[in-house]
């Protein structure tokens, strides 16, 4: 079969040899370079060498190429070395002006050839040469491409500024970590998602960090928002940019963009509402498991329909800039509800369930139902790690309603947000023990400023052992910055204020004859700056 394919192969055009090599390859399963080396070696007019023992396939073992950089690879590894170990596109552009200096210094001694060699390699031949090089030097550890870096360079970038006024649809995405003050372990989050044209906010709680779970709450999300979701806009993160995120927004026709790393202004629209709905709802707390994740989604069901019909926010109108100063105006403040009324593009169907939804609703229940799941949740909190934690009952709105008058009076009502910070009592200085030394310690660093705390520690302890240990380093830390500080300041004042000449800055007006006395140094000596010769190092 090889010696008929080959012949076929032989007189075949571009790509009709194309269409040769996946049929053989199909057909044999090797990979394709394996099948043109075996129709190379098939269609040559000497006769193939007989098979080695063990080997798959009547072909030749693969001559090694002609290395024409080789003798100049150790040349190389020098001049890498020599420029500190630089990028190839940078060494390139080096070695002309690195090689001569090290020539005539004698470092490196090439012949001729090798030297019209090194002048003409790439930077590309240059990394390719210098791999394993550079992997030893790390200590043998390669950097590893990102799993989802394929995916997410496949997504397009939009940034703040891209979205010229789109209709309702397009949405960012993001989610809040409720992992108090630590990220270990497992906890939920809340899939935030804002509609760019009017909005529009849903919170969906999620009990682990999961594409799958993302997948689902979108679905979920799909059936809350008004209109059809047109475009999705994700941050890098890879619970987004993965197998199973992206290809399921393509299959619904969505679009999906993502924003730029480290740019979170590029989310503006749902970096703002992971504050001012998410945080302001839930605060900072750590929340985990599947019952506090239902909580959470009543609280969430409530807050939706009171923040999109009953709370207005700004929207920005335009921006610009006047010399240092950014001049932003907005829009008057509207709720989603209401952009959505007036937005052009959207059906009148749309709206009219829009407006039987709002008919419908009541503010003072849907906040006692809010405060409801808020106290539930701060019970989780501070019941964490008993065995169960009391369920609260449903508010009444009529006391509710009623309690909204007084309730600013008594602080904060949330359950969930942090308690308010008492007021620091300033401590009396009590007496210490390195209080009798303090005179011994100046002398000491009188004469040898460079002392250490723990060098004064031994002092100290060789002094009164009973008194004086390492227990005690962190206090001379203390006493030996305070020290230091006011001496520092001594040195600046006592500088004469007619001695300093601004014209010599640069020390081109100073001569032996015009230089300033130098100022009165110290109580302390100074310190001894090292100073670096090339081969040594003194001090």
Known sequence: ????????????????????????????????????????????????????????????????????????????????????????????????VLLPALERHGRLKPTSAERALLTTLSAATIDRMLIDVKI?????????????SAIRREVPIRTFNDWANPPPGFCEIDMVAHGGTSVAGSFIQTLTMVDIATGWTECLPLVTRDGSLVVEAMTRAQG?????????????????????????????????????AYKKNDQAFVEQKNGAVVRRL????????????????????????????????????EKRREGAKIIKRYHPPATPYERALGHPK????????????????????LLATIRTAQEELGERIGKRGLAKVPTVSPADPLSFARSLGTAANTAEVRATHRRPKRRYKKRIRMPSKLDPHLAIIENWLAVEPQLTALAIVGRLATIDPSMFSDKQHSIVQRLLRSL????????????????????????????????????????????????????????
């Open 346 to 365: 959207l059906p009148s169907a749309v709206k009219r369930r829009l407006r039987q939804t709002y008919r419908t609703l009541d503010p003072i229940q």
């Open 282 to 317: 839930v605060g900072y707390g750590r929340f985990d498991g599947v019952e506090t994740a239902r909580v959470m989604a009543r609280l969430y069901a409530a807050a939706r329909l009171l923040v999109n019909f009953f709370q207005p926010s700004f929207k920005l109108k």
């Open 1 to 96: 079969m090889l010696a008929a394919v080959a012949r076929r192969y032989r007189a075949a055009g571009r790509v009709e040899k194309g269409r040769i090599l996946d049929e053989l390859t199909a057909t044999t399963g090797w990979h394709r370079k394996h099948a043109v080396r075996a129709l190379s070696v098939a269609g040559r007019d000497r006769p193939r060498p007989p098979l080695d023992e063990g080997a798959t396939s009547p072909t030749e073992p693969a001559t090694s190429r002609r290395r024409k950089y080789a003798s100049v690879r150790d040349a190389l590894i020098a001049l890498w070395e020599a420029s500190d170990r630089v990028c190839g596109k940078r060494l390139v552009s080096m070695i002309p």
């Open 136 to 148: 030893a030097a790390a200590g043998g550890r390669r950097r590893r491409v990102g799993f989802y």
């Open 224 to 260: 809350l928002f008004p209109w059809v979701i047109c475009g999705a806009d994700f941050d890098n993160d890879s619970a987004f940019m993965n197998d199973v995120v992206v290809p399921w927004c393509r299959a619904q026709k969505i679009e999906v963009t993502r924003s730029r």
């Open 484 to 539: 230091r500080r006011k001496v520092a300041e001594t040195a600046i004042v006592s500088m004469p204020v007619d001695e300093i000449r601004p014209e010599a800055v640069d020390g081109a007006a100073c001569d032996e004859h015009s230089a300033p006395p130098t100022a009165s140094p110290p109580s302390w000596p100074r310190l001894e700056t090292e100073t670096f010769i090339p081969g040594n190092i003194t001090s």
